[in-house]
Structure formats: structure tokens, C-alpha cells
């Protein structure tokens, strides 16, 4: 991960704040990851900021702020005592917190490596020492969902006490303590303490991080301003307020787009009907048809199979807007036996004998309990070894791309039912915040190519996913320690893989490359940001989120040449995209399951490979618009004065 760290010989004048406040310093940053790669950016600050205090109106004298690398000099003053590197990558706000010498971290792929393990606020380094010292493991806490204790006093095996962590991103580590040293204790209480927050009622390291970004991540989205750009407000769709102060369903954005026909006092009615009140919302208009993806959660129908016409009045609304079509068509994303089982807690579908204008169908996506155990069976066999002569029927008995290849091919459907039968479709699963959220938001992805753009992709994640209520720090634990909790699930990893597959086959249609969506699902579960943060707007509203927290998207803008795929071309491909989900074309994502395991990784780094491809890129667009100038001018008869112009070599060796 490319998280920035300030350098030692960063510009004085800069001071601690939150992005987008205001000045032009500009300071050179470095990988914090312990990496070799530098980037530079620069961003703006306030200098006379009143809320720092720094500035008095009623004197002359000026006390300056702490420089930023003053506040990292401090950070490493406080910590001297701890006897770390001097190249242990500390962000600001990061301090250390413990620190344990003569640690064998036994490595799958390498064997055991003797080193220093630290701990601070943030993350979990492993520096390797002796012949070793430029062995390096960085992992942020957040990733941790169990530390478990190895062996005893009575345990006399070589490396048979120690600690063993386990991580979401598929890797479990093994550290062996010397008894003697009486370091194990101290080192298992801080990583539960800072790996579980919100279990020791700490705060997320998110609100201590003290960085400076060129770009402002928490303006990348906006309610209003998305809705806008689907045309809104028309005459069959409106921009409603109901949910201002999220007490009309405290799981919901504050503002969203509803049938122009539907009162706020019928929107309440309907909210009786449909779980957790959350009734159905517009997602995305087609600019021609005016066929609509809308997301729902499911009826209250139940054993007695009870109905509401304010339901499906509102769902008559819905099939109204669009002037092409009689019907509607609802994708339950459940399989129908999940479907009828529900009826007997409250639950259930819609009937077509009572919605006579809809066709109901099933999807037979399964539940967040088998996503959750395919998972599992997944990571047992991507590490920490593969079996290379069982790999195929290993991969086959996870079930993991019969999963993918359903969600894909269900979004499939979505799409080609609003683009081709140019009919509105209504999304639900159970409480629509799991399999809705991947359903719309693939559906969306393929129909309209500003989602496959960078900040495009930003804003359908925070659309369909973090405004519209998926439950980010239930599925993935964050802060908490209950690491058994029944509620977790990779719903939003099966997305990504989606979005990976359709990638694959469309490989010029998206700005974004495969190390863009593997540094997000990276700090999906870091905490170093505050966006995935929570379950829901309200939560983030009542925390502070934006104020108190820096922004995914932040550091994601900032970097955007490391996020930039060298093949993407814009103009052939601004239409819908319709990829297959057939299982001869799913593919096993290896570059984000599979990573840890240096022997599956290239031999050629992919990602300096993409950055000298785009500098290529741009040369040759810079040569072509040369080109066609001289072309107009020569056809227009106009000497250019220059004669032929200097031939210059390209800056990158291809």
C-alpha cells in the first residue's frame, strides 16, 4: 500500500490540518509501506488557521505550529526508548506502542527469519536482521481478526512459543518468542488492543492519522450532484429529503430520489411494507428509455401473505416512468426456497398474482453464511502453500467462481433487461444492503461507462455501497474482536472479483487497473481511512467521520498515476458492455488471492511496467496531435514556419 510518510527533510512551513484547507507548500513523500518506490505530491493548508490557536488577533508575537516533520522528529523522540530502526515507516499520528527483539518470524516461503517485531497504533513490523535485514513484513492492525497464544511455559520445542495472527487478507503469521525474554504477553495485549479498538472503546487509528492530500476524497460524492447527472429531477422522478435526519429509515442516505407521484406521507405507508423501512429508491435512469434500477429490501408479506396497496401503487409509479414498457421486472436476488423460508420470519417476496404489471424472478444467489464459508475453504488452499497436482479440484470444491460466476451473470441480466427489453427493474435480496448492492452496482457498471472511470468507480462504491447502507464494519469486523461473529461476510470482495472478471474481457474500457482495486479492498480493512468506516450514513454522521478522518479516495486522487491502466481507451468504448458469465471465462484472480506467495508473482513488476506504458501513452498522443496540426496546416496551406519538426526519442525504452 502506498500510504505517505513525510521526509525527514520535508518543508518547515508545513503544519498539521485536514486536506483542502488552504496554501501551496509542497512537501516530497515516501512509501510507507517500506517500499522503493517514491511518489511526490503537493497540497494546500491554511496558515492562519483560527482553529490551531497558532495566531492571536489581539498580539503581535506569531507562535508557529509544529512542522510536520517536526510532529514526526517528536514521534521518533518519544519512541527512542524503544530502540526501533531508524527506517521503520511511521505516518503521522503513528507512534509505537511495543516492541519485542530476538522474534523468529517463520515464514512459509522462506523459512525462519530472525528480526524485531514492533507494534504501534497502526500496524504489526517485522524487521529481519543479519544476513536477513532487508526482510520486511508491514501489516496493518486492522487486517487482524484473531491472536492466538502458542504453546506454554512447559513448551520446549525449538519455535513452539510465540503468537499467531490471522489476517483478512488471507495471511497467517507465525512469530516464535524466547520465554526469557518475557516479551509474548506485552506484544499479544497491544495487538489486541489496537487491532480491537472498538472492543477496548479506543478510536480507529482513522481519526490519529494526520496526513496531507493534494485532493479532497470526501468531495468526490455527492447525493445531489450524482442525482443531477442522471438528469433529475424529470417529471416521473423527484429528489426527496424525507430521510434529512435519517429517522425515516436510519439505514438510508439522507437524500434520494423517489416517483414524483409518490407523497412523503405515501413513502411512509410504504416503508410499513418493505423491511427496515427501506422502500424502494432510484439507482439509475437510462438518458434515452427512461428505464430505471431501482433497489429495494423485501416485502412484509409473511406466512399470512398479507399486502399493501401503497406498495404496489409505488411500484406502479415505478413501471410508469418508463413510456416503453408495460411491465416491470423484479430481480430477487435469493434463491426462491431462501425466499419462501423467509415468509415465516416476517419475510417473502412478491407475488405476480398481486403485482399483476411484474414478472418476478430468482437469482439463486446464496446467503452471506455460504459466501463466508467458500471463503474460508478458499484461503486454505491459497496459503500459506498451493497444491499445485490438486489445484483444480481444490479451487472447484471452494465454490468460490460458481459464486462469482452467478452475482456476474445476475447483473448480466439486470443490464440487458434495461438496455435491450428497455424495461425498469426493481433489485432486492432480504434486507438489500449485501447482494442488492452487488447486483445494482455491476448492472450500473456495464451500462454506463462513467463508472468505469476513476473517480466514476469512487462514485458508485459510495453510491451503491456506502451511502446505501452495506454494512462495512459488520461483514468485516471492524474493531471488534468477536471474530466468530455470524454476521461476517465477503460480499464486497465478490464484487471486486466481479469487477476484475469484467475487466479481463473488456481490458480497454476502464481507467482503473487491478492495483486500483486491490489498494481499496486493502483499506477496506487497514482503518486507515474513513470511508468504509461503519454501517451506515447515520453512524458516520454521528462519528464525524468526515470531519474527524481522511478520506480513501484522498489518497487514491493523490496518486492517480499509480492507478491509471495504460490501455484504457475512452471513445470506442462509451457503451454498454455485456460480459460473459459462463464458466469457461471466470478466471481465478491470482493477483490479489495468491499474492502473498512469491513464487505465483511475475517476474516482472506489473506496476512499474503500467507507469512506463502510460508515459509511453501520453508521448505518442503528444506525437499525434503534432501531427495533425502540420496535416491541417499543410491542407489548409499554412507554413508553420518550422519545417519538419526534430524527431524526439521516446522517454520510455519499450
Not at 409505488?314 to 426462491?336: C, F, G, T, W
Request: hydrophobic share 35%; net charge negative.
Amino acid at each position: 500500500m502506498a500510504d505517505k510518510q513525510i521526509e525527514d527533510g520535508a518543508d518547515d512551513t508545513a503544519r498539521l490540518g485536514r486536506p483542502g484547507q488552504g496554501s501551496n507548500s509542497s512537501l516530497d513523500t515516501t512509501n510507507a509501506s517500506g517500499g522503493s518506490e517514491s511518489t511526490t505530491g503537493s497540497w494546500s493548508h491554511s496558515t492562519n488557521s483560527s482553529a490551531s490557536g497558532s495566531r492571536r488577533m489581539e498580539t503581535s508575537v506569531t507562535v508557529s505550529e509544529p512542522s510536520a516533520t517536526d510532529t514526526l522528529k517528536a514521534l521518533k523522540e518519544e519512541n527512542n526508548k524503544l530502540d526501533y530502526p531508524e527506517n521503520l515507516p511511521l505516518l503521522l499520528g503513528e507512534k509505537i506502542v511495543e516492541t519485542a527483539h530476538d522474534v523468529t518470524y517463520l515464514c512459509p516461503f522462506q523459512g525462519k527469519v530472525k528480526g524485531n517485531l514492533y507494534v504501534t497504533n497502526y500496524k504489526l513490523f517485522f524487521q529481519g536482521t543479519e544476513r536477513n535485514a532487508k526482510f520486511v513484513l508491514d501489516v496493518p492492525v486492522g487486517t487482524i481478526y484473531r491472536v492466538e497464544k502458542v504453546g506454554g511455559q512447559t513448551s520446549r520445542g525449538e519455535n513452539s512459543y510465540g503468537l499467531e495472527v490471522f489476517c483478512k487478507d488471507l495471511r497467517n503469521l507465525r512469530f516464535a518468542h524466547k520465554q526469557e525474554n518475557h516479551d509474548r504477553r506485552q506484544v499479544y495485549e497491544k495487538l489486541q488492543m489496537y487491532a480491537f479498538p472498538l472492543s477496548h472503546k479506543l478510536p480507529f487509528f482513522a481519526y490519529d492519522y494526520k496526513e496531507y492530500y493534494s485532493e479532497d476524497g470526501w468531495s468526490v460524492y455527492d447525493h445531489v450532484t450524482e442525482l443531477k447527472r442522471l438528469g433529475l429531477p424529470t417529471e416521473s422522478w423527484k429528489i426527496s429529503k424525507i430521510n434529512e435526519t435519517h429517522n425515516f429509515a436510519d439505514t438510508y442516505p439522507a437524500i434520494f430520489a423517489v416517483p414524483a407521484d409518490a407523497t412523503d406521507e405515501h413513502l411512509k405507508q410504504v416503508a410499513e411494507f418493505r423491511s427496515r423501512a427501506r422502500i424502494p429508491l432510484l439507482s439509475w435512469l437510462h438518458p434515452i428509455s427512461q428505464a430505471s434500477i431501482t433497489r429495494c429490501s423485501q416485502p412484509l408479506v409473511g406466512m399470512g401473505s398479507k399486502r399493501s396497496k401503497e406498495d404496489e401503487k409505488y411500484l406502479q409509479y415505478i413501471m410508469d416512468a418508463n413510456a416503453e414498457s408495460h411491465k416491470i421486472v423484479i430481480m430477487d436476488a435469493r434463491p426462491s426456497v431462501n425466499a419462501t423460508a423467509n415468509k415465516a420470519r416476517g419475510g417473502g417476496y412478491e407475488s405476480e398474482e398481486i403485482y399483476t404489471f411484474a414478472e418476478v424472478i430468482f437469482l439463486d444467489i446464496h446467503n452471506i453464511h455460504v459466501m463466508r464459508e467458500s471463503l474460508r475453504k478458499l484461503k486454505d488452499i491459497c496459503y500459506p502453500t498451493v497444491d499445485d497436482a490438486h489445484w483444480l479440484s481444490n479451487l472447484e470444491s471452494t465454490h468460490w467462481l460458481e459464486h462469482i460466476k452467478v452475482v456476474l451473470a445476475g447483473a448480466v441480466r439486470i443490464a440487458y433487461i434495461v438496455d435491450n427489453q428497455k424495461t425498469s427493474v426493481v433489485v432486492h435480496c432480504s434486507d438489500g444492503w449485501d447482494r442488492t448492492s452487488q447486483l445494482t452496482a455491476l448492472a450500473m457498471l456495464m451500462l454506463d461507462p462513467y463508472y468505469r472511470t476513476i473517480i466514476g468507480f469512487e462514485v458508485l462504491i459510495e453510491k451503491e455501497w456506502i451511502s446505501m447502507g452495506h454494512k462495512f464494519a459488520q461483514r468485516h469486523g471492524h474493531g471488534d474482536k468477536n471474530h466468530a461473529d455470524a454476521f461476517r461476510s465477503p460480499n464486497f470482495l465478490q464484487f471486486m472479483d466481479c469487477v476484475w472478471q469484467i475487466t479481463r474481457q473488456f481490458p480497454n474500457a476502464f481507467e482503473f487497473n487491478e492495483h486500483f482495486l486491490i489498494t481499496i479492498l486493502d483499506h477496506l480493512y487497514s482503518c486507515l481511512f474513513g470511508t468504509f468506516l461503519y454501517n451506515c450514513e447515520r453512524e458516520r454522521v454521528r462519528e464525524q467521520v468526515k470531519l474527524k478522518t481522511v478520506s480513501l479516495w484522498s489518497h487514491m486522487n493523490s496518486n492517480r498515476d499509480e492507478f491509471i491502466n495504460p490501455m484504457y481507451a475512452s471513445y470506442p468504448h462509451q457503451h454498454v458492455i455485456f460480459p460473459v458469465a459462463s464458466m469457461r471465462r471466470i478466471e481465478f484472480w491470482a493477483g490479489y488471492y495468491l499474492r502473498w506467495n512469491p513464487r505465483t508473482r511475475p517476474l516482472e513488476p506489473i506496476q512499474q511496467r503500467q507507469r512506463e506504458l502510460v508515459q509511453l501513452k501520453e508521448y505518442l498522443e503528444r506525437e499525434v496531435k503534432e501531427l495533425q496540426k502540420q496535416i491541417e496546416a499543410r491542407d489548409f496551406g499554412i507554413d508553420s514556419g518550422s519545417g519538419s519538426p526534430p524527431r524526439v526519442s521516446s522517454p520510455v525504452n519499450a
